[in-house]
């Protein structure tokens, strides 16, 4: 029983120099974006520079932390693959990152270092946020929900006054005819990615921690911000499941399960002064420009119609094992497609090839499987949120912490009570150990 105690001891470690860095890992996350790196003079996502500058400070934080703490637990390497030998899932996931690091640079031949942020940055967020204890964790809520507040009210601000904190560059060029806010999450579309999933988030349970003035205030404001970072899809998605959400309470209700009255009581007060705002709102015109690109969306459907077309150039050879690089740019160019594939599937296919992405696909999901196992239940809905935008965007196919910042907000929004942690750590150590017998025997 003392070995095993002694395997899964909490990991990182507690301690005042863990907790702040965790602190520093997450507020870089939420507060310096790839669009604030750009503008620092950052060779971030651009041609040129050294490998300092294609990697975001945050997760330079995140793996000399995890470094600290394996050396706090004695051989950082030993510490490292014990944590992962408990995560068979996520120990894949990252064996396949590696894979498809050797890949593109000796086969594909394409830049290898947007792994660091958009995969392996996750994996590193899911350690180091995964097993707080409660006194560190109820710090955590604060700033995180604090951060998303405060990230809303300056993309509100900028809406107001036309200024930005960074501008839009996409593809080395800076957009300067968007109206949409940056705010401190940088680009539209990650803004609103990211805003749907706290909101979907809070929807299901992630604000206990908060006092229920502090929450509604949250959601408020969170779902204005919505309309100025003009993420279409992520809006329509949003609203169609929490009208699922709302539809299986009412259901529940229905065959008379308990529900709490002071919850609804709440929503009868609420709803019609939402309803008041929004048509105070609307008169005064601060949906017109979201709802405008519902009408004219500068070509963005169309682009999502061509890069179905890049297929037909390809031989089955390209498709299955990677086309070529240079080919794919140039296609890109004649269909108008510079600023990217509007669909991670899609773009991570043309990119590195069917097999190699249905593999890495596989893997991801994975790792999104122990991640779940991990927290409360509820999580699952953020992800089928999170991977349906992906589908109609850029999004994790491009260099970007979006994916990072998302698990940082479940791990500590649908965090699970230290006692049941507990519980389940213990189940799982008597399930190996059960295991291992089996296969001695």
């Given at each position: ?8 001891r ?13 602190a ?13 790196l750009?503008?620092w ?11 300092f ?29 014990g944590?992962?030998?408990?995560y ?13 690091i ?8 394409l830049?290898?270092t ?9 994996v590193?967020?899911?350690?180091l946020?995964?097993d707080m204890?409660?006194?560190?964790a ?8 604090s ?5 809303a ?7 107001i ?7 839009i ?10 109206w949409r806010?940056?705010?401190?999450l ?19 349970g ?7 003035p ?8 969170n779902a ?10 992520s ?9 699922v ?16 009255k ?10 019609p002064?939402?309803a ?16 405008a ?5 500068k ?9 179905f ?7 089955w ?15 890109k ?13 899609i773009?991570f296919v043309?990119s ?13 999901f ?12 509820g ?5 089928v949120f ?12 491009s ?5 990072a910042?998302l698990?940082?907000m479940?791990l500590?929004?649908f ?6 942690m ?5 189940r ?9 017998v089996?296969?001695?025997?």
């Amino acid at each position: 029983m003392g070995a095993t105690t002694s395997r899964h001891r909490r990991f990182p470690p507690d301690g005042r120099l863990i907790g702040l860095a965790l602190a520093v890992v997450a507020t870089l996350y939420l507060t310096i974006s790839t669009l604030t790196l750009l503008n620092w003079g950052f060779n971030y996502d651009e041609a040129g520079g050294n490998v300092f500058e294609k990697i975001h400070p945050a997760t330079f934080v995140a793996a000399a932390t995890l470094l600290l703490a394996g050396l706090m637990q004695g051989n950082p390497l030993t510490a490292i693959i014990g944590a992962l030998d408990r995560y068979p899932g996520t120990a894949l996931f990252v064996a396949m990152i590696g894979i498809l690091i050797a890949y593109s640079i000796k086969i594909v031949g394409l830049p290898f270092t947007a792994f660091f942020d958009t995969f392996l940055a996750p994996v590193m967020v899911f350690f180091l946020f995964k097993d707080m204890r409660k006194e560190r964790a109820c710090r955590f809520v604060w700033l995180i929900h604090s951060l998303m507040v405060l990230n809303a009210v300056i993309g509100i601000g900028e809406f107001i006054s036309g200024e930005r904190l960074t501008p839009i560059v996409a593809s080395g060029m800076v957009i300067a005819d968007d109206w949409r806010s940056t705010a401190l999450l940088g680009h539209p579309l990650a803004n609103a990615s990211l805003t749907g999933a706290y909101l979907l988030s809070l929807a299901l349970g992630g604000a206990k921690d908060l006092p229920k003035p502090f929450a509604a205030g949250a959601f408020i404001v969170n779902a204005a911000a919505m309309v100025v970072f003009g993420g279409r899809a992520s809006s329509v998605i949003l609203l169609v499941l929490l009208g699922v959400l709302a539809a299986r309470g009412g259901l529940r209700i229905l065959r008379g399960e308990r529900f709490d009255k002071t919850a609804v009581l709440t929503a009868l007060i609420v709803i019609p002064i939402v309803a008041l705002a929004l048509t105070t709102l609307v008169e005064a015109g601060f949906f017109d420009q979201f709802l405008a690109r519902f009408i004219d969306d500068k070509g963005s459907a169309e682009a999502r119609v061509y890069m179905f077309e890049l297929f037909q150039h390809l031989s089955w050879y390209e498709l299955l094992l990677a086309p070529d690089p240079d080919q794919m740019a140039t296609l890109k160019r004649i269909y108008d497609l510079d600023f990217g594939i509007e669909s991670f599937w899609i773009s991570f296919v043309l990119s590195y090839g069917i097999i190699p992405g249905l593999a890495f696909f596989a893997a991801l999901f994975l790792f999104c499987r122990d991640v779940l196992r991990s927290i409360r239940p509820g999580g699952i809905w953020v992800f089928v949120f999170f991977f349906l935008v992906a589908s109609t965007s850029v999004s994790l196919s491009s260099k970007s912490t979006v994916f990072a910042e998302l698990l940082l907000m479940m791990l500590v929004m649908f965090r699970r009570p230290q006692i049941e942690m507990a519980h389940r750590s213990v189940r799982r150590s008597s399930h190996m150990m059960t295991s291992k017998v089996t296969v001695s025997a």
